[in-house]
Nanobody
């Protein structure tokens, strides 16, 4: 079993910053990728950012490129999403995701609200 616990969400004004954290525990061997998805009300869940096993391959969605940065710790037990220049359209529930082989694991999500 794999457990993922997110933190760092909240309410922020447009133009502000937040840093999301996800701590992974359990059977976290041979992780292929770690990342973040988000889902806004009425929308499908979408991939925001992903970092692959070697750490050198990173995917960032076009909608957040230049504003969001993904990183992880060397032990591959935590993944972070630094979100800068936040916009109202970034409002969503953000989910941590880990891929191990053919198995996907999800956190419970953390809510990010961007509003003045």
């Amino acid at each position: 079993q794999v457990q993922l616990v997110e933190s760092g969400g909240g309410l922020v004004q447009p133009g502000g910053s937040l840093r999301l954290s996800c701590a992974a525990s359990g059977s976290i061997f041979n992780i292929n990728a770690m990342g973040w998805y988000r889902q806004a009300p009425g929308n499908e869940r979408e991939l925001v950012a992903r970092i692959y096993s070697g750490g050198t391959t990173i995917y960032i969605a076009n909608s957040v490129k230049g504003r969001f940065t993904i990183s992880r710790d060397n032990a591959k037990t935590a993944v972070y999403l630094q979100m800068n220049s936040l916009k109202p359209e970034d409002t969503a529930k953000y989910y941590c995701h880990v891929q191990i082989g053919v198995n996907s694991y999800w956190g419970q999500g953390t809510l990010v609200t961007v509003s003045s």
